[in-house]
Structures are given as C-alpha cells and as structure tokens.
T-cell receptor, first 111, second 119 residues
Framework: TQLLEQSPQFLSIQEGENLTVYCNSSSVFSSLQWYRQEPGEGPVLLVTVVTGGEVKKLKRLTFQFGDARKDSSLHITAAQPGDTGLYLCAGIDNYGQNFVFGPGTRLSVLP | DARVTQTPRHKVTEMGQEVTMRCQPILGHNTVFWYRQTMMQGLELLAYFRNRAPLDDSGMPKDRFSAEMPDATLATLKIQPSEPRDSAVYFC?????????????????FGDGTRLSIL
C-alpha cells in the first residue's frame, strides 16, 4: 500500500507558466518534506512542513501543509527550465512506524 | 559544501556475485539511511542507523542484504548473492538528529547514488 500518492505523475509546461503538484495520503503525518531530484543525483531537500495549515515560501516555490496533515501541495510561479526535475514528498506517519517517499512528480519546463 | 560520498558510482556484475556499496556520511552526522530507487517502486527505505546502531532494517531483504557501520565515517551495504531484481540505484543519506527530535523533521543529505546492474 502506497502511503503517499503524488499527482500528476508527469507534467510538461512552458517556461513562465504556473503549476501545482500534490502529495496526498489517507494517513496523518507528523511532518512532510519536499525534495527535488535531478538526473544522476540524489534528492535535495527543499522544505519541511510540520504544522497543519502551514505555508512556507522559497523564492518562487510555495509549500502548503493541509489542515489535517494528510496532504501537501507545491506551487511554482513562473516556472523556469532550472525547475525541471523529480519532485518527491516524504514523511513519517503519525504513529512513527513508516517513513516513506511518494512516487514523485516528474516536471519538465520547456524554454 | 560537505557532501555524502558514495562509491562506486556505477557497478555492473553477474548474478551470484557479491556487491559492496560504500558511503561516507557528512562528518558529524549521526544518522545514516540506505535507500533503493527504481522506476517501478520509487524510493524505498532499506535501513537506517543512529550513532552506528541499526534502528530499522525492516525494508531490507535479510537473506541476501546486510548493512553495517564499521565506524562513524563508513557505512556499507552488501548484497550476497546478487540477483537481477537487485538492479537499481542505491542511495545513502545522512543527517544530524538530536535526542528527542523526530527523525523526519530533519533534513537528509543524499549522496549521488550507486547505479547497480546485475546481469
């Protein structure tokens, strides 16, 4: 059973467009992290969200943790080719039993 | 910037052979994770260590996989005997977690992985 689901699985957009990707679960998470992974490299942490309803901004990236701590979203404003990569959400469930990564959203931003 | 170093970057070998992957965590980090990444399964946690002691290896097939930390600067993941289904990219990550902190709230710093192909 996949504890974390991500959508869409693939996304291809033009430079300058906005986009939102989602991370969802039926389980409550004590916190969620977002990572970006580029080809041939390991994932790099972008942000950790801990509090339900929390919003964090990182330049053109806005992260939100759902009020019930079961979902999260990542919004990118004015996407650039450098944003291309695999976006992964990860977290540990509220029982502390499972630390998992979602399957990821593969984003391609075309110049 | 300090980095997690993994060796080798690539490994191709025949089934049945022993494979050893090595990881040098960031100096001062007390937590080490091993992951496997495939297109079908994504990133799967295999095992993790805190202060060199294994805390969770439930994600690892124990009949053929073993993970150790001989010292604070070296973590190893061995597969013996290897099988074609073990082909994947294996990542090591390290982090610094203080007593009482929740592991998942802390950043994990990943190496660039070992791409393993078992023929």
């Amino acid at each position: 059973t996949q504890l974390l689901e991500q959508s869409p699985q693939f996304l291809s957009i033009q430079e300058g467009e906005n986009l939102t990707v989602y991370c969802n679960s039926s389980s409550v998470f004590s916190s969620l992290q977002w990572y970006r992974q580029e080809p041939g490299e390991g994932p790099v942490l972008l942000v950790t969200v801990v509090t339900g309803g929390e919003v964090k901004k990182l330049k053109r990236l806005t992260f939100q943790f759902g009020d019930a701590r079961k979902d999260s979203s990542l919004h990118i404003t004015a996407a650039q080719p450098g944003d291309t990569g695999l976006y992964l959400c990860a977290g540990i469930d509220n029982y502390g039993q499972n630390f998992v990564f979602g399957p990821g959203t593969r984003l391609s931003v075309l110049p | 910037d300090a980095r997690v170093t993994q060796t080798p970057r690539h490994k191709v070998t025949e089934m049945g052979q022993e494979v050893t992957m090595r990881c040098q965590p960031i100096l001062g980090h007390n937590t080490v994770f091993w992951y496997r990444q495939t297109m079908m399964q994504g990133l799967e946690l295999l095992a993790y260590f805190r202060n060199r002691a294994p805390l969770d290896d439930s994600g690892m097939p124990k009949d053929r996989f073993s993970a150790e930390m001989p010292d604070a600067t070296l973590a190893t993941l061995k597969i013996q005997p290897s099988e074609p289904r073990d082909s994947a990219v294996y990542f090591c990550a390290s982090g610094l977690v203080s007593d009482g902190e929740v592991t998942s709230n802390q950043p994990q710093h990943f190496g660039d992985g070992t791409r393993l192909s078992i023929l």
